[in-house]
């Protein structure tokens, strides 16, 4: 017989975070001066084991008509265009921008968690902007 042994037994999950989109399109339609026009809402679903993360909204190009080579300017807090996040207020999207920031959480059995977000894109274009 050998001393006094004691063991530890713990059980580690390994994350690795599930992202899916409900679709990989937005679509604002036709525009008309003065009109507020929304996107369809894209969803996001992001399944997790407690692990962080970050989603960053990133434009690669300006937004512009599909008729012309005209660009549509981000929203100014009165004219173009934005993203919204789970019905929040119209934002700019000039620059990268991290629309979602999930700290590590801690979950008992490893049962994993389901976070959702709603994402839509809002226009109001001038007369100037359509011509």
């Known amino acids: 017989m050998i001393g006094n042994i004691q063991t530890d037994q713990r059980v ?3 994350d690795r975070p599930l992202f ?3 679709h990989h399109e937005m679509d604002l339609g036709n525009m008309q ?7 369809n809402t894209l969803t996001l679903n992001v399944s997790t084991l407690g692990a962080g993360f970050r ?11 599909l008729s012309g ?9 009165s004219n173009g265009y934005g993203y919204r996040v789970e019905s929040g207020s119209v934002q700019n999207d ?15 059995l490893g049962n994993p968690i389901l976070y959702n977000y709603t994402i839509d894109l809002e226009a109001l274009l001038d007369e100037q902007t359509l011509a």
């Open 20 to 22: 899916t989109l409900s």
């Open 33 to 39: 001066a003065g009109e507020i026009k929304h996107s």
């Open 94 to 108: 000039d620059t990268s921008t991290i629309i979602v920031n999930e700290a590590a959480a801690s979950i008992p």
């Open 55 to 65: 989603i960053i909204l990133e434009k690669e190009s300006p937004l512009q008509r």
């Open 12 to 14: 580690i999950y390994i």
């Open 69 to 77: 080579t005209e660009k549509i300017e981000s929203w100014n807090g």
